[in-house]
């Protein structure tokens, strides 16, 4: 047969559309309207140009604002302009969320030599960090850490890994040591304990939510490095920056729903990208991206997941903590893994939450004190299908559900409020005693 493939080959169309100019790992030149945004940030650190440390920065916004980009891009201009003496850490909280982790990748990012870096395992954190304090000091030079998604290390170990990082400022003599906190958490700081924040000595930016103009203006800039010419119409740039608006000005999302739009074009020999390009897009892209964010969770978050996923099937009703972790344990038990405590996984719900997986509401329970209702969000089906595409889920057959029993609290109330009847008990006899 004629291979298939040879007809793309002779396209050349990829070679022609620099695609990669529209990935999420691609960091522009230029950045429309965040010119206020990098003008305090080129201002803040521009005082290592003076031989004196730069003020801690926390940069505020949700996804797709443009905040890790932006750090990114500025901290290079900045190691630019004093090669050397500016050295730039970078590290994903999301991915390096415990003390250890950050501490190894970070004395890793500075030693040059392989022989001497820090192995993954088998050290302690007092020795991980006298080696990365003894680092820092041979170089001699400015560190810029950034700390992409601080807010995780900082909720899982409860500000003890900043309050570490922070020491290094106090410690190091002959080096500068700076870090820049990137977050969506607006009220970070308030999470903090008093020891932590009093060693922040931290300057704010705030990067707002773009809207469907500002977007567009992104779209436009981005697709001009492409050569692309006038092949997209200008009401499919108009409608990815739409969407990307009503995702809370998420320029992400628009470039990226801009790439998968060409690239079903492409695929499909059109000369030009149409609004049906962007429909199909968006299709796809809130598929790949639920499937992507499964694929990445630790295996007991996926357990937990599944298990609110099975729970709903049996009832649609709102879901409270108990009965999630109760079929958590029973899932457990049927994949053969240890399970975790009900305060874990009361912090694994937290993160689920906080990935838009799951969606978790405190609701008072008057008299009764309080208590979390979730519901898992549409797409729960395919939900289950990529949990269970991973290798240790695969082998879940089904197990007898439980609900537990509910007490409506308030006839009035037209909200869900409803309570275990192991809370129940709990509350009534705490009242007793």
């Known amino acids: 047969m004629t291979n298939p493939f040879f007809k793309y080959k002779e396209s050349g169309a990829d070679a022609d559309l620099r695609l990669s100019v529209l990935s999420s790992s691609f960091i522009p030149d230029s950045f429309p309207h965040r010119s206020e945004q990098i003008d305090q940030m080129v201002k803040i650190l521009s005082s290592v140009m003076r031989n004196s440390p730069p003020s801690n920065l926390l940069l505020y916004g949700k ?31 999301q991915l390096n969320d415990s003390t250890y982790s950050v501490l190894v990748n970070a004395a890793n990012s500075i030693i040059s030599n392989e022989g001497e870096k820090i192995p993954l395992s088998g050290w302690t954190v007092e020795r991980i960090y006298n080696e990365l304090l003894r680092q820092i000091e041979k170089s001699g030079s400015f560190i810029v850490l950034i700390l992409d998604e601080i807010d995780k290390l900082a909720r899982k170990n409860d500000g003890d890994s900043l309050y570490i990082i922070l020491k290094l400022t106090d410690d190091s003599t002959s080096s500068r040591v700076s870090f820049i906190g990137i977050t969506n958490y607006t009220s970070f700081l308030e999470t903090l304990d008093a020891r932590v924040r009093s060693r922040l000595n931290q300057e704010s930016i705030v990067f707002p939510s773009y809207n469907a103009s500002q977007l567009r ?55 030009r ?47 409270i903590t108990g009965e999630i972790y109760e079929n958590y344990k029973k899932i457990c038990d049927e994949l053969s893994v240890q399970s975790l405590t009900s305060r874990r996984i009361g912090d694994l719900l937290s993160e689920l939450d906080d990935q838009g997986l799951i969606i978790t509401v405190t609701k008072s329970l008057g008299r009764y004190g309080r208590t979390r209702v979730i519901t898992v969000p549409d797409h729960d089906d395919m939900m289950k299908k990529y949990l269970l595409e991973d290798e240790v889920l695969s082998t879940f057959k089904g197990i007898k559900i439980g609900k537990q029993h509910r007490l409506k609290m308030d006839p009035d109330d037209t909200r869900s409020q409803s309570v275990s009847e192991e809370e129940l008990n709990d509350v009534l006899s705490s009242k007793e005693d």
């Open 217 to 271: 203006d992104i779209l436009q800039e981005r697709l001009s490095l492409t050569g692309l010419g006038n092949m997209v119409e200008e009401s499919a740039i108009s409608l990815c920056a739409a969407i990307g608006a009503r995702e809370h000005g998420d320029a992400r999302k628009a470039i990226d729903l801009m790439r998968i739009s060409i690239e079903i074009g492409v695929r499909d020999f059109m000369q």
């Open 63 to 93: 996804s797709g604002t443009g905040k890790t980009s932006i750090a990114k891009k500025v901290s290079n201009l900045l190691k630019e302009a004093f090669p050397e003496k500016v050295k730039i850490i970078y590290i994903n909280c």
């Open 273 to 319: 990208i149409g609004e049906e390009n962007v429909y199909k897009a968006r299709d796809n892209y809130e598929m790949n991206v639920l499937r992507e964010s499964i694929n990445g969770l630790p295996l007991h978050s996926k357990i937990l997941l599944l298990s609110a996923v099975v729970t709903q099937d049996q009832d649609r009703d709102h879901m």
